[in-house]
């Protein structure tokens, strides 16, 4: 099976905390993604990385930066963590270059920022 | 760019009836087209997924979707409901030999009344 396993279920971080979201893959994937879950407004994504040291911003990456230095790990930095960016983020994987294959999803972590 | 559209944020259905999940897709190139569910606290499970070929994808838990490239739909059906559906749906797209990046519908929560 492939696993795709964030280091925290749940976390609380204080506002201007430097706070790092870890995943990783075990089924050697080219790509990795972070995605933000908000009620109403779905999965967002925020970053991916189609190969190590590779990244390409998403569709909101303002407040975040990510670090890819091996090829099955992927870690989310919030910089300077605000209240807004209290959400559910979920990362996923996924094999390959331009084809149908579907991306795995880890478990999600719940970050509250307070 | 793509986008993907779900109608009906909340859909309820009694146990045993018919469940229609709508999802529409923009682009005029079909993309690759996937549906996923999320139950509470949990990360997203693929469904089904439809890459090319037949247009009637059958997928786990006795779901299936069409294809209608005319309609630019891919909705996700199930003849009899089950209480263990009860889940939010989320309907994704991906650009044929384009970016693996996956865009999301804002998703459909779906109740399974007794």
């Known amino acids: 099976d492939v696993k795709v396993t964030q280091s925290s279920r749940y976390l609380v971080k204080r506002t201007g905390e430097k706070v790092f979201l870890e995943c990783v893959q075990d089924m050697d994937h080219e790509n990795m993604f972070w995605y933000r879950q908000d009620p109403g407004l779905g999965l967002r994504l925020i970053y991916f990385?189609?190969?190590?040291?590779?990244?390409e911003k998403g569709d909101i990456p303002e407040g975040y930066s990510v670090s890819r230095e091996k090829k099955e790990r992927f870690s989310l930095i919030l910089e300077s963590a605000s209240t807004n960016q209290t959400s559910m983020y979920l990362c996923a994987s996924s094999l390959g270059a331009g084809g149908a294959a579907e991306a795995f999803f880890g478990q999600g972590t719940r970050l509250t920022v307070v | 760019a793509q986008s993907v559209t779900q109608l009906g944020s909340h859909v309820s259905v009694s146990e045993g009836a018919l469940v229609l999940l709508r999802c529409n897709y923009s682009?005029?190139?079909?993309?690759?087209l996937f549906w996923y569910v999320q139950y509470p606290n949990q990360g997203l499970q693929l469904l089904l997924k439809?890459?090319?070929?037949?247009?009637l994808v059958k997928g786990i838990n006795g779901f299936e979707a069409e294809f209608k490239k005319s309609e630019t739909s891919f909705h996700l059906t199930k003849p009899s409901a089950h209480m263990s559906d009860a889940a939010e749906y989320f309907c994704?797209?991906?650009?044929?030999?384009?970016?693996?990046?996956?865009?999301f519908g804002k998703g459909t929560k779906l109740t399974v009344n007794p």
């Open positions: 682009s005029s190139v079909p993309p690759y």
């Open positions: 990385s189609y190969d190590v040291k590779m990244k």
């Open positions: 994704a797209a991906k650009t044929q030999g384009g970016s693996e990046k996956l865009v």
């Open positions: 439809y890459t090319t070929g037949a247009t």
